[in-house]
């Protein structure tokens, strides 16, 4: 066994949210074999396992994770042609710059997006109408329970708003990431990735102690859905409303539990003002979905992925 494990890995500042207690174990993965080898490790051990990434969609309980964490990093990637075949840890951003200055993009919507590329394509992250499913070719992905390697085309995937086949079956983990792009000008490419990237900044959703959207947008009832098309003059999306929308009608913009917070300027954002725990945030939830529920009989369902063992 090549792999490190270390022991009480504190694991907030792995984390967008800044938030919750420690690893138990933890170990950095930056290949297939490794992956292999660390959930080896956590099976001989009977010790559960998660996978974290760029811990940018994460929250982290306060007493940690009584399990091994298995990490995955890298920013090893190669280019074939106008084809990408990434690590699943390299960070999303910085592939979209690189390759901008190799003359390759399309996806310059998702710049900005915090975390790895491999957590990309198991929520399908989007931003400003484009996800990461519309530039996904293929994946490679290893099953935990029964050693299986093989590949995932796009339509395999069964992508769908914030959703993909991995989400729904965790057992299956992404180890490669294919992603077909489009030949650039690289100012143009430099041109639109700063133009995503002023606009997250203008709507305040870059760079804060969060997790991203804190909820999905949920499909509500045609009279809410009524009531947010006229009061917004835009056309709901098959059904479904923002979730910040939603928030800030039932008076919960700006609520607060300890220092986890609604966000005033963005409030489908639970963002942590300082020293925010992790049941300071669940509280929050539990209150903004009680509310939710109560006022306009919409239930609200976590984006965030809360982690418990
Ligand atoms: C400020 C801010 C802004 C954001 N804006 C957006 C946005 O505009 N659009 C959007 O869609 N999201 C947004 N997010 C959420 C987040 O950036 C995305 O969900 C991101 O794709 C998560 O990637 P990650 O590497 O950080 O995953 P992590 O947070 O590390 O993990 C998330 C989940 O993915 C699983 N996972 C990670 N890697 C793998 C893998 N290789 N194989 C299988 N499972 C894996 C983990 O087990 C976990 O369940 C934002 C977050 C923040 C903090």
Known sequence: MSLE?????????????????????????????????????????????????????????????????????????TIGGNLLDANPGCNLFSLIRVLGEKGLGGWEKLAGIPGSIGGAVRGNAGAFGSEIKDFLERVKVFNIKTGEIREFGNAECEFAYRDSFFKKNPEWVIVRVFIRLQSIETSESQRLTDETVAEREKRHIQNVRAAGSFFMNPVASPEVVLMFEKEKGVKSRGGRVPAGWLIEKTGMKGSSVGDAQASLRHPNYIVNNGNATASDVLVLAGNIKREVREQLGVELQEEAVIFNF
Do not use: C, M
């Not at 022991?7 to 138990?24: M, N, R, S």
């Not at 297939?32 to 080896?40: G, L, P, S, T, Y």
């Open 5 to 77: 494990i270390q022991k009480h890995v504190p694991l907030a500042p792995l984390t967008t949210f800044k938030i919750g207690g420690e690893a138990k174990y933890f170990v950095e993965v930056s290949n297939e074999r490794e992956v292999k080898e660390a959930i080896q490790w956590a099976r001989e051990k009977s010790t559960p396992f998660v996978i974290l990434a760029g811990g940018s969609n994460v929250l982290i309980p306060d007493k940690g994770l009584d399990a091994l964490v298995i990490r995955v990093v890298g920013d090893d990637h």
